[in-house]
């Protein structure tokens, strides 16, 4: 028993010198996986497309906040509505019976927002501006041209569609970039159908000079990548309630060092360059990094691909808006009928697969 009693007293140093060194190790290769690698985070900011001067995005948000609410009586339009002052027309009447302070109450002042040239968040976690009170102006502005201010709809249509240029290229969030890009879609359709009703040589407001095609390499998913990282690293993710999407976001944000590779992996070089070319390249899928929950059914609505071709796609209507603005001169992958514009979209989970513009002075009434 002398003997037990000795070799346990000799063990007992060796377990615990054990155990501490164990642990050591353990806390020096959580504090290692617990910083990020400057070359990954420098990969994803670098990606971002540069900007300078003072940020819109508290005065975007104070903004949307103090414009009113698009009463629920008058009916929205359609996301990918073609004829959008038609649809304005048969609403008329409910436009009409609302006060005329009413309607200018939810005319957000645009001026005082074009006076910034982006609207990139000072933190990934903000609070999302009332968007909706911005997009409301794709009814407003249609209903604003049908009633004779055609003038004064053109300018506001080209005030919003500048604004959502400018929130594409802020580099926030997907959610920001894809907001971006709806109000992009819908007003450059707004403005196509303003045109065709107009005279072929009718001056658009210089603002809409703005709306030039981007670099497809501006549009790629690495430039999202960083505020979407910090987005992770927040803590303010919310998950569905499950064990599972729980358990890994924890370990999303416990180990940065680790899961900050699943973001750099949009920046690689053949996916840019492929993003280049107009293809809607992503990563190719990864058992962790792409994980999905089972139990959340809202995980695989939308793919990153989509997100990718949505973006991309924002250039193509860039690009046929500009075409309006000289029809003579076709590019290549624009196609015309002398009424009619077509251009061929990427696939995507959702919208049409050709986008139609009429051209101008084609529908003149």
């Known amino acids: 028993r002398r003997s037990s009693d000795l070799r346990c007293r000799n063990i007992a140093p060796t377990i615990m010198l054990a155990s501490i060194l164990t642990l050591s190790a353990l806390l020096a290769s959580f504090c290692i996986l617990s910083t990020p ?26 903004t949307l906040e103090a414009t009113a609410s698009l009463p629920s009586e008058i009916p929205r339009m359609e996301r990918d509505e073609a004829e959008p002052l038609a649809v304005a027309r048969k609403n008329l009447s409910l436009w009409q019976t609302l006060p005329a302070a009413e309607r200018a109450a939810l005319q957000p002042d645009l001026p005082l927002l074009l006076r910034f040239t982006h609207f990139r968040r000072a933190a990934s ?9 911005l997009f409301a102006l794709r009814e407003i502005n249609a209903f604003r041209f049908v009633s004779g201010k055609q003038e004064a709809a053109l300018q506001s249509a080209c005030d919003t569609a500048v604004i959502g240029r400018r929130l594409l290229l802020s580099d926030n969030l997907l959610l920001d970039s894809m907001l971006g890009v709806a109000l992009l879609e819908q007003n450059v359709r707004l403005l196509a159908a303003m045109r065709a009703e107009l005279p072929a040589n009718t001056l658009l407001p210089p603002a809409c000079g703005e709306l030039q ?25 919310e998950v569905s309630g499950d064990w599972i999407t729980a358990t890994y976001s924890f370990a999303m944000r416990h180990i940065p060092r680790y899961f900050i590779r699943a973001f750099t992996r949009y920046a690689a070089p053949e996916l840019l360059a492929a ?7 992503v990563p190719s899928p990864h058992p962790v990094f792409d994980f999905c929950s089972p ?21 193509r209507y860039l690009a046929a808006f500009a075409v309006l603005r000289d029809p003579a001169h076709l590019p290549e992958g624009i196609r015309s009928d002398g009424a009619f514009l077509y251009i061929d979209l990427l696939p995507t989970q959702q919208g049409v697969q050709t986008l139609t513009l009429p051209l101008p002075g084609t529908q003149v009434r």
């Open 37 to 62: 690698a400057p070359v990954d985070l420098a990969l994803l900011q670098n990606a971002r497309t540069p900007v300078s001067g003072a940020s819109g995005f508290a005065t975007l948000t104070a």
């Open 125 to 133: 976690i903000e609070n999302l501006p009332k968007f909706t009170r």
């Open 213 to 237: 095609p981007l670099a497809n390499t501006q549009l790629a998913l690495a430039a999202q990548m960083y505020g979407e990282w910090r987005f992770f690293m927040s803590g303010e993710i």
């Open 275 to 281: 993003v280049a070319r107009g293809e809607a390249a």
């Open 295 to 315: 139990l959340n059914g809202l995980c695989r609505l939308t793919s990153m691909r989509d997100y990718q071709a949505r973006l991309l796609n924002a250039n």
